[in-house]
């Protein structure tokens, strides 16, 4: 994929690259889904610093937000999946299609205990089972994307058309 000035290799070959979730889940897809990964300074994994540092363009990297929805008591989460350029319209597009009376961000302590990846690596896969992964559609349409690998020290890349395809995906105009 060469995006950036990173050294990328097979995902599937530096599953210890990966937190333990996520190495489940790239097993998962197998290697004709063309993920890869990349070690990178775990005090640069933010996105502005990242791609500033690795020579990634903004609306090459792809951020993960994990949305608390709740209605009648119940909470529900779930992923969205945006570029770096863009905002995910939480209190509009993504309230509305999960049905929720109230939505916010997921507080940091809780995404991180139910995912088992680390904060500011959390990414679409390998999240629990039943949480939906609402993909923006520039981010599916996307050749190759960078997004997390579930720990600070380490970045995927792989086709937007992958995420898309996660069994759990749903592709929706989500940036405002």
Not at 66 to 94: F, K, P, Q, S
Not at 133 to 148: K, S
Request: hydrophobic letters at 50%.
């Amino acid at each position: 994929m060469g995006i950036g000035t990173l050294g990328w290799a097979a995902a599937g070959e530096r599953l210890d690259l990966l937190a333990e979730p996520v190495a489940r889940a790239v097993r998962e897809l197998g290697p004709d889904a063309g993920a890869q990964v990349a070690e990178i300074d775990p005090a640069l994994a933010d996105t502005a610093a990242f791609c500033e540092r690795y020579g990634v363009r903004l609306d090459e990297s792809a951020n993960c937000v994990i949305v608390a929805a709740r209605r009648g008591g119940e909470v529900r989460y779930a992923a969205c999946m945006v570029l770096a350029t863009t905002r995910a319209d939480v209190n509009g597009v993504v309230r509305r299609h999960l049905d929720a009376r109230k939505i916010s961000f997921a507080p940091q302590e809780d995404a991180v205990r139910l995912t088992g990846m680390e904060y500011g690596g959390i990414t679409p896969l390998g999240l629990p089972e039943g949480w939906p992964v609402l993909v923006d559609e520039a981010v599916a349409a996307h050749p190759g994307v960078v997004i997390g690998s579930g720990v600070r020290h380490s970045k995927l890349a792989l086709a937007g058309a992958a995420l898309a395809g996660l069994k759990s995906a749903e592709v929706l105009r989500l940036a405002n």
